[in-house]
């Protein structure tokens, strides 16, 4: 069984930087894709960023790019976002996700980051 284990959000004022982690546990082979997900309050569940395990390529949604970076460790089986020039709008429950070869998709249990002065 799979799991993921976030840590890292918290408050942070406008123009701040913040850096989440994710770490998978359990038996995970072959190609995979792990990613963050974000839904701000009283919205849908959103793309972030998303890195393959193999080439190490990304893809970003349009409101983050050029602000944040998602970057991996397979060795650690671990994923960071690093958020910067951080903007109230991005206040939301952060979510790491993982995919599998078999597209099996797992889920971690959130954390939310807050954008405020």
């Known amino acids: 069984q799979v799991q993921l284990v976030e840590s890292g959000g918290g408050l942070v004022q406008p123009g701040g930087s913040l850096r989440l982690s994710c770490a998978a546990s359990g038996s995970i082979f072959g190609f995979n894709t792990m990613g963050w997900y974000r839904q701000p309050p009283g919205k849908e569940r959103e793309l972030v960023a998303t890195?393959?395990?193999?080439?190490?390529?990304?893809i970003y949604g349009d409101s983050v790019k050029g602000r944040f970076i998602i970057s991996r460790d397979n060795t650690k089986k671990t994923v960071y976002l690093q958020m910067n020039s951080l903007k109230p709008e991005d206040t939301a429950v952060y979510y790491c996700?993982?995919?599998?070869?078999?597209?099996?998709?797992?889920w971690g249990q959130g954390n939310q980051v807050t954008v405020s002065s």
């Open positions: 890195i393959t395990s193999t080439s190490g390529g990304t």
């Open positions: 996700q993982l995919t599998t070869v078999n597209l099996n998709i797992y």
